[in-house]
């Protein structure tokens, strides 16, 4: 049973990681054309719901991070040789987080009036 869970949770990760490959060629597409560039608002005129639907997609995002990741990450390998470490999740989080931070930068610069900002 053990093997046969950790089997699936190694399908789902793998499948997780392949999709997350196809966003970002998608969202690198998108970036060269101006014409796919939206006001949010307009997408999602209720902030909040718009705020919620952000919180579901970082707690996806967050949970195909493994404590390995982690501990990849922070610790320093003793020697130059070490295995090659696979922290594609928590880079691929970080790309998510950098985009969403400039999204929510850029709607907040986009407004001409102070008051909606």
């Known amino acids: 049973q053990l093997q046969s869970t950790l089997i699936q949770k190694l399908s789902v990760l793998d499948r997780y990681e392949h999709v997350l ?6 969202y ?7 014409k796919t560039q ?15 639907q952000l919180t ?3 707690l996806e995002r967050l949970n ?12 320093k390998a003793p020697t130059e040789s070490a ?13 998510w987080f950098n985009r969403l931070s400039y ?7 986009v407004s001409d009036k102070e008051r909606n900002r």
């Open 83 to 95: 295995e090659v470490k696979k922290t594609s999740n928590i880079e691929a989080y970080v790309e």
């Open 64 to 75: 195909n991070i493994g404590p390995e990741e982690f501990v990849q990450t922070f610790v």
């Open 103 to 109: 999204l929510v930068a850029t709607e907040i610069c």
């Open 28 to 34: 690198v597409q998108k970036l060269i054309d101006p």
């Open 38 to 52: 939206v006001n949010i608002l307009k997408c999602c005129d209720n902030p909040l719901t718009l705020a919620e």
């Open 21 to 26: 490959r196809q966003v970002n060629d998608i």
């Open 56 to 58: 579901h997609i970082e």
